[in-house]
């Protein structure tokens, strides 16, 4: 089974995130940037699915500028047979994501493709969706287990209040939560095997796919600053001040 997984360069999650001083969007310049951690759990499934033998290969791939090839060579260190980068310097929303990812999906035709839930820039939690439904594939979003079985796969999913748990017939689309496993810590002698593995490289515009964007980004600010904490003497008076600010009836 081949196993194809998503990988998205973000802002490395101990960044404290800035806006620009503009309101157009976020100061990325000289920023610490990684792999988007839910799809670090992606690629830590697939590299674990081939350990199992239930996959004979895993390939990465990203959409974005050059330097998503770092993030592509850490699933290869991680344990990825090979990668793709999809160039393109234009900003790609998670339509466009889709169709692009559609268009490998068409050519590699893999068993599973597995996405992160979500990115942690954009927080759009749409790609693995829009992708199922271009593919005509079943889906299973916020995965917390996966198990195979003959030609399907079980997804235990974090729902409201609960698990459901959804068996898919493969070919099939899955987005992985937190819960699922833990991502291993890379070694040295990995990260140096990855320098030698194949990182292919196609033109976004090559695949013939309209990528260009639906939206527009009106303004971002930062959130408001929080409002400093009052001490109180006792529970008493915690009492008596949640009744004064209506937390209380
Ligand atoms: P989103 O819908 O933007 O929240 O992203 C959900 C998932 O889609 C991510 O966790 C990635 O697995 C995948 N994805 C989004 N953007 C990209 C990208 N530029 N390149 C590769 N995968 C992506």
Redesign the pocket.
């Known amino acids: 089974m081949k196993v194809l ?5 973000v802002i490395d999650p101990s960044v404290r995130p800035r806006v620009k001083r503009d309101g157009t969007g976020m100061d990325l310049e000289g920023v610490k940037m990684s792999m ?1 951690p ?2 670090a759990i ?1 690629v830590e499934e697939a590299v674990r699915l081939k350990e199992q033998g239930i996959a004979d290969e895993v390939v990465a ?4 500028g050059q330097k ?1 090839q770092e993030i592509l060579r850490t699933a290869l260190a991680m344990g990825a047979d090979r990668a793709t980068l ?1 160039a393109t310097d234009v900003e ?1 929303e ?1 339509l466009a ?1 889709a169709k692009l ?1 559609k268009s490998v999906v068409d050519e590699e035709t893999p068993a599973l493709v ?6 942690i ?8 969706q ?1 992708l199922a439904a271009l593919c005509g594939r079943p889906q299973g979003t916020f995965a917390s287990k996966l198990e195979f079985e003959d030609g399907s796969v079980r997804v235990t999913r974090e729902i409201d209040g609960g698990l459901e748990t959804l068996c898919l017939a493969l070919p099939a689309i899955v ?1 992985v939560d937190l819960r699922l496993n833990e991502p291993r810590n890379i070694s040295l002698p990995n990260i140096m095997k990855a320098k030698s593995k194949p990182l292919a490289q196609k033109q976004a515009t090559e695949l013939g796919v309209d990528i260009a964007p639906r939206l527009t980004t009106l303004s971002v600010a930062e959130p408001a600053k929080r409002q400093a904490g009052i001490k109180v003497g006792d529970v008493d008076e915690l009492i008596v001040r949640l009744k004064a600010m209506g937390a209380l009836s």
């Open positions: 997984v998503a990988v998205k360069r988007n839910f799809d992606a791939v990203s959409i974005g998503s999809i790609v998670p994501v990812l597995l996405l992160g839930k979500q990115a820039d954009d927080d759009s939690n749409q790609t693995g829009m987005t």
